[in-house]
Structure formats: C-alpha cells, structure tokens
C-alpha cells in the first residue's frame, strides 16, 4: 500500500495554486484510491492542496503536526478553517509534543513524515531552503534516507515570498 508525503511551498502564488492542485491529481491518478495513504502536515499551501487531492482521491490521509498548537498563531481565518476541516478529515492525526512551533519542531514533523512514507511529493521550485525543517531540507533529507522524490513545479510557477 503506497504511502506518499507532502513536502512544499507555503506562498504559492494563486494561479500556482491552482496549477499545482491540477499536477497534484494528474500525480495521485495511477495510485488506486483503497490503496493510497497521503501524509501531511497541514500547512497552508502544498500541504493542504495535496490533504484536498488525497480526500477528493478518496484515499486516506494522515496528519502530522508539529505541535499541539498547530497550525500556529500566524495562520489566517482561511488557513485555520482548512486546516480544521481537514484534521476532522483525516484518517488519523499524530500530534508531536513540540511545545513552540519552530525549526526544530518542523524537522521532527518532517522526520516523522518520512518514517511512514514509501515516497515524497515536493511542490518546490528547486531554490535553496530556509533552513531546517523547510522544503529544500526535507527534500533532502528525504533523498539521503533513499526515498523517491517527485518534484512538482509546473510550467510558469512562482511563489508570493510570503514564506
């Protein structure tokens, strides 16, 4: 049974958004529905287009989240009722116990992302990372424990640098 993670972008631009969601469900297509586990994290942007294109596949999704006080302070009215809406969805919910949602706590989501999975989807643009915890870190984090890596970056991409 395949089991496939999410890594990406928060800041896509919403032209992007909607490219990516429409790459995300030419992606999960050869994967049968019964047999597909999807696992996120939540955030806002490549996390919750991929959660959306996991359910809408009818498959099961996984929720990882950083801390209890996921999704964070920061989040909008928009990026908390997504993320509610797909923690009810979700098949299962792990929460780790970071207290402070910071570098630290994305790394050990990101490992924890990558002890259950069989491959990792990346909705990145290729650009160096943030630093720990970010996409460029799990992407290779990802390839250095042997794990297969699609990158999705469709045609005409870009990014709001919001994050």
């Known amino acids: ?10 800041d896509l631009a919403p032209d992007t958004a909607r490219a990516v969601r429409a790459a995300l469900d030419a992606f999960l ?5 019964g047999e597909l586990t999807g696992v996120s994290c939540l955030a806002p942007g490549a996390d919750t287009l991929f959660a959306d294109a996991v ?6 999704l996984v929720a990882v ?3 209890p006080s996921a ?7 928009a990026e908390r009722a997504d993320f509610d ?3 009810a969805a979700a098949h299962r919910v792990l929460v780790l ?4 949602l910071d570098p630290a706590a994305y790394v050990a989501a990101n490992d924890r992302l990558l002890l259950l999975a069989d491959r990792v989807v990346a909705v990145w643009d290729g650009g160096p990372g943030n630093g720990p915890g970010g996409t460029a870190d799990m992407v290779a984090a990802a390839r250095a424990a042997g794990l297969p890596v699609d990158v999705l970056w469709p045609p005409g991409s870009a990014r709001t640098g919001g994050a």
């Open 1 to 10: 049974m395949p089991v496939i993670a999410v890594t990406g972008h928060l």
């Open 29 to 33: 297509l050869p994967y049968p529905a």
């Open 55 to 60: 359910l809408a596949r009818g498959a099961r």
């Open 65 to 67: 989240l950083p801390g």
């Open 71 to 77: 999704p964070g302070p920061h989040a909008t009215a």
């Open 85 to 87: 809406r797909l923690r």
């Open 97 to 100: 116990p970071a207290a402070r």
